[in-house]
């Protein structure tokens, strides 16, 4: 299996959810604006461990972010029954801006 890790800067469209919920480790999503000559595209990030703990310390809706991570599809049911895809980019590692 061939992984391709990609980078990406964006401003944040909400403050960062963290959840300890599944495993004793933390999870924090992320949703990243980003911008390309075709527009604005919205990216699903999830960071795991240390840096999970650290997003809601540093980040808030608006804030710059640099983020680097493998892309997947995540298949899920809405609530109207339909079946759907998304992106979601699992994060090797974040970097913060000055906010």
């Not at 461990?49 to 049911?77: H, M, N, W």
């Amino acid at each position: 299996m061939e992984v391709c890790e990609q980078t990406y800067y964006g401003r944040l469209g909400k403050s960062p959810q963290i959840d300890h919920a599944f495993s004793d480790r933390p999870v924090c999503y992320l949703s990243v604006a980003v911008n390309s000559a075709a527009g604005t595209e919205w990216k699903q990030v999830v960071v795991t461990g240390t840096q999970a703990d650290l997003c809601p310390l540093y980040l808030r809706k608006g804030a710059e972010v640099f983020i680097r991570g493998v892309s997947r599809l995540r298949e899920y049911t809405s609530k109207s029954g339909e079946r759907r895809q998304v992106e979601v980019v699992y994060a090797s590692s974040i970097g913060f801006t000055k906010f």
